[in-house]
């Protein structure tokens, strides 16, 4: 924020992924990729699981997860990224980020 005015919030990246999961919408699948992409280590999967978990959205991240792997799986997701983005999706990107998922959900 500016000097003397209010913080501007901002959700965690934890929230920001369960949202985008959450909606799985054509746009929240290329920015989950470029989210998990950039996060590195600053993802911390056990606080994602407990948000998850204490909201009782299991199944409906899941959905989101599985709706990502199956574009990523059809090649749709890398048509997408490249219409949207002008430059193709790179596999390691792609296999980065469905790693990091994998490695939260399973």
């Given at each position: 924020a500016e000097p003397g005015r209010s913080a501007i919030p901002v959700p965690a990246l934890e929230h920001v992924v369960a949202m985008k999961l959450l909606a799985h919408r054509d746009k929240d699948l290329l920015d989950l990729v470029a989210l998990l992409r950039d996060a590195g280590d600053r993802l911390d999967a056990a606080a994602l699981r407990a948000n998850?978990?204490?909201?009782?959205?299991?199944?409906?991240?899941?959905?989101?997860?599985?709706?990502?792997?199956?574009?990523?799986?059809?090649g749709q997701l890398a048509q997408l990224w490249t219409e949207r983005l002008g430059r193709p999706l790179l596999d390691e990107t792609l296999a980065?980020?469905?790693e990091q998922l994998h490695n939260i959900f399973g």
């Open positions: 998850i978990e204490a909201r009782a959205l299991e199944i409906a991240v899941r959905r989101g997860y599985l709706s990502l792997q199956a574009a990523a799986e059809s980065k980020a469905l």
